[in-house]
């Protein structure tokens, strides 16, 4: 008599351990890539359009996520219970990274990267809304600092206002859906998967779209593209690694240093010098980030006390 198939166990994330020190350098690492990515993506955006910049990143994604979509790959992992969840997470990370490419090309690196740091505040709002998360008076103050930090930043009805300055607003609002759909399917699907899906809809998307603005780029250029896409890459898996050792609420300090790195390599590619304004309004955006991861690692806190106590006897 034949033995029965046995189905393959669904593979599992990682434990999480609690060793901070090393996940705030994996977050220090992160900047490093990820602010080196932003600063070429700015020198290609005068060459060519945003759509083509953003279809190589995706394009270099999707080639490094290959092994995770093929069926006898060992990290095969195209499995999943959020197919839907998956694809609109993928099209929101697509527009963050466009419309923030898109604001490069007319804003200073500094300036744009404050701004876009914005995000914290928005996902503060989304997850009223759509994780039903209760959110107290001092994190809404938190929320109307930092946005007072933007308008600073920004200074709309000066002459130092660009229009241009809404497509790293909206990039910011963009990457705070991308985190609330990671929050909702947080302990169903692999990182890994999250990932592939991520690279598989945003190359497909862009795809039908680079044919209307293509640029034949030259050689020097797509090498800087292949940058551009291996360098984020790594620096979204760094950050991945890092969640496994530390709180966001740990980490979240630590990935503002992407702002001073931005700011020198602005200054040493562009001669971009962040004025007073820029500075100010970015430590305001910084300081209401600060406020609310606390306001997370309280809340945690009190939860995880809450749960540890013994329920009375009826």
């Given at each position: 008599?034949p033995?029965?198939?046995r189905?393959?166990?669904?593979?599992?994330?990682p434990a999480?351990a609690?060793?901070?020190f090393?996940?705030?350098?994996?977050i220090?690492?992160?900047?490093?890539?990820l602010?080196?990515s932003?600063?070429?993506?700015?020198?290609?955006?005068t060459s060519?359009p945003?759509i083509?910049?953003?279809?190589?990143r995706?394009l270099?994604?999707?080639?490094?996520?290959?092994p995770?979509?093929l069926?006898?790959s060992?990290?095969?992992?195209?499995?999943?219970?959020?197919?839907?969840?998956?694809l609109?997470?993928g099209?929101?990370?697509?527009?963050?990274?466009?419309?923030?490419?898109?604001?490069?090309?007319?804003?200073?690196i500094?300036?744009?990267s404050?701004t876009a740091f914005?995000s914290?505040?928005f996902?503060t709002?989304?997850?009223l809304?759509?994780?039903?998360e209760?959110v107290?008076?001092?994190?809404?103050?938190a929320?109307?600092?930092?946005?007072?930090?933007?308008?600073?930043?920004l200074?709309?009805?000066?002459?130092?206002f660009?229009?241009?300055a809404?497509?790293?607003?909206v990039?910011?609002l963009?990457?705070?859906?991308?985190?609330?759909?990671?929050?909702?399917?947080?302990?169903k699907?692999r990182?890994?998967?999250?990932?592939?899906?991520s690279?598989?809809?945003?190359?497909?998307?862009?795809?039908?779209?680079v044919?209307?603005?293509?640029v034949?780029p030259?050689?020097?250029?797509?090498l800087?593209?292949i940058?551009?896409?291996?360098a984020?890459?790594?620096g979204?898996?760094?950050?991945?690694l890092?969640?496994?050792y530390a709180?966001?609420s740990?980490l979240a300090?630590?990935?503002?240093v992407?702002?001073l790195?931005?700011?020198?390599?602005g200054?040493?590619?562009?001669g971009?010098?962040p004025?007073?304004w820029?500075v100010t309004?970015?430590?305001?955006?910084?300081?209401?980030?600060?406020?609310?991861?606390?306001?997370?690692?309280?809340?945690?806190?009190?939860?995880?006390a809450?749960a540890?106590e013994?329920?009375?006897?009826?």
């Amino acid at each position: 008599m034949p033995l029965p198939e046995r189905k393959p166990a669904r593979r599992r994330a990682p434990a999480r351990a609690d060793r901070p020190f090393k996940g705030i350098a994996l977050i220090l690492i992160s900047t490093v890539f990820l602010g080196s990515s932003d600063a070429t993506a700015k020198y290609l955006s005068t060459s060519l359009p945003s759509i083509e910049i953003a279809w190589i990143r995706f394009l270099v994604f999707a080639l490094i996520m290959t092994p995770a979509m093929l069926p006898a790959s060992p990290l095969y992992a195209l499995p999943t219970q959020n197919l839907k969840l998956q694809l609109m997470r993928g099209t929101a990370l697509l527009s963050s990274s466009l419309l923030f490419i898109s604001g490069l090309r007319f804003l200073p690196i500094a300036e744009c990267s404050a701004t876009a740091f914005v995000s914290p505040l928005f996902v503060t709002a989304l997850s009223l809304v759509f994780l039903s998360e209760k959110v107290g008076l001092r994190r809404w103050i938190a929320t109307t600092v930092g946005l007072l930090g933007v308008l600073i930043v920004l200074r709309p009805g000066t002459n130092a206002f660009h229009v241009a300055a809404f497509f790293p607003l909206v990039s910011a609002l963009a990457w705070a859906a991308t985190l609330i759909m990671t929050r909702m399917m947080s302990g169903k699907d692999r990182a890994i998967t999250t990932m592939t899906y991520s690279s598989i809809a945003g190359l497909f998307i862009l795809t039908a779209m680079v044919p209307a603005v293509w640029v034949t780029p030259s050689w020097n250029a797509v090498l800087l593209g292949i940058f551009i896409g291996v360098a984020s890459t790594a620096g979204q898996w760094i950050v991945v690694l890092a969640f496994r050792y530390a709180d966001a609420s740990v980490l979240a300090p630590f990935s503002y240093v992407q702002l001073l790195w931005v700011s020198i390599l602005g200054f040493l590619l562009f001669g971009e010098m962040p004025d007073v304004w820029t500075v100010t309004g970015a430590g305001f955006i910084v300081a209401s980030g600060l406020y609310t991861a606390h306001r997370e690692r309280v809340r945690r806190s009190q939860l995880l006390a809450a749960a540890a106590e013994p329920t009375p006897n009826a």
